[in-house]
C-alpha cells in the first residue's frame, strides 16, 4: 500500500556523518508498554483471573494460582497493588484478615488481556496459550517493537536495519537488531523484496492487529492508572491509525478521501492529529499522516470519544463532515479489525 501527499508520516533520517557518534536521548515509555508488560508475567495474570471469580485470602489465592512460593507470590501481590490493580480489605467472615480483590482499574486490566488473548489466538504459526512461554515472548517483542518506534516507522513503509538505524537515533544499531531479531522469530515483521543495499522488512498483517491490545492497554493505563502526566504523543495516534488501516473492510461501493481527526483535549492529545485514507472499491490503497482540510469526508473526535468507538462500533459520540455513511462504515471496520477473531 502506498503513501501520499506531503510528508508521509516516516520520521526525517538523522543525518550520519562517519565517524561521528550520535547523543542517544532517553527514550519516553509509549502507550500500552507498561500494562502489557504486566500482563506478560503469567502470575500476574493468572492472579487477576482468580481474583475475577471473587476476592481471595493469601492462601486461597495460591491454591487457585497453582500454589506459587509465598514470597513470591507476596511480591507479586505487592506490585500489582502499587499500580493499582488490587486492593486489600478485611473479610468479612474472619476478624483481623484481609483479602485481595480487583479494583475497577483490574477489571479493566481483564478486558486488555481479552484483546491480547484474541491477539495470540490468530498468531501466524498457530493460537498462543496467553500463559505460555511463547505469549510471553510474543508480547515482549511486541512491546519492544512499538516501545522502540519501529512499528511506528515501519508502518509508512518497509525498512532495513540501516535505515531504521538512521530513522531511530535514539537507539543504538545493535539494540535494534536485537528487536528486530525478535519481532522477526514472533512473526511481527518478515523480510520484503530488496532493491539495493540491505533487507527491508514489513509488518506482518499479525503484527498490525496487534494496534488491538495495544490500544486497550494504552487506553488502560491513561484513563484508570493515572498516566496522564503528559499528553500522548501525535506520532503513536498516527501510527495506531497507520498500522491497522490495511485491516479494514468497506462495502465495495466506498470510494474516495476519508479524514481520520483525533482532537486535542481532555489530556490526552496535545494537539489535533490524524491520517488520511484514500479509498477505492471498499479497500484503503493508500495512507498519509497528518491532517489534510481538503478532504471530502471526515471524522472527528476526542481520543476517547475513538477509543469508546472503536470499542462498541457505536459512532454515535464522533462528528461527521461530507458523507457521513462513509465515515460510519471506516468506524465500524475499525471496530471489527480491532475485535479480531471473537464473535
Known sequence: METFGDGTGAEVPAVVRPGVDRRRAPRTARPGNEALSVLAVPLNLQVLQALSERPMRLAELRKATGLPAQTTLRGHLANLSEIGLLTKRPTQQMPYAVENALTMTGEEMLFVAQRLETWLGEAPEGPIPLESAAAKGAVKALVDGWGSSMMRALAVRPMSLTELDSAIPELSYPALERRLSSMRIAGLVEA????????????????????????????????????????????????????????????????????????????????????????????????????????????????????????????????????????????????????????
Open 192 to 343: 520484503q523484496p530488496s532493491q539495493g543495499a540491505g533487507t527491508p522488512y514489513g509488518v506482518t498483517e499479525w503484527a498490525r492487529r496487534g494496534v488491538a491490545p495495544l490500544v486497550a492497554a494504552g487506553h488502560c493505563e491513561r484513563v484508570h492508572m493515572g498516566r496522564r502526566e503528559s499528553p500522548l504523543d501525535g506520532a503513536d495516534v498516527e501510527a495506531a491509525f497507520l498500522l491497522a488501516a490495511p485491516l479494514l473492510q468497506l462495502p465495495v461501493s466506498v470510494s474516495g478521501f476519508c479524514q481520520i481527526e483525533v482532537e486535542a483535549g481532555s489530556g490526552l492529545v496535545a494537539r489535533p492529529t490524524g491520517v488520511l485514507l484514500r479509498l477505492e472499491d471498499g479497500r484503503v490503497v493508500a495512507t498519509a499522516s497528518g491532517l489534510d482540510g481538503g478532504a471530502v469526508v471526515t471524522a472527528s473526535g476526542s481520543a476517547l470519544e475513538w477509543f469508546e468507538a472503536i470499542k462498541s462500533g457505536e459512532t454515535g459520540r464522533l462528528r461527521f463532515v461530507g458523507a457521513t455513511r462513509i465515515g460510519e462504515d471506516v468506524v465500524r471496520s475499525l471496530h471489527l479489525a480491532f475485535r479480531g477473531g471473537e464473535g
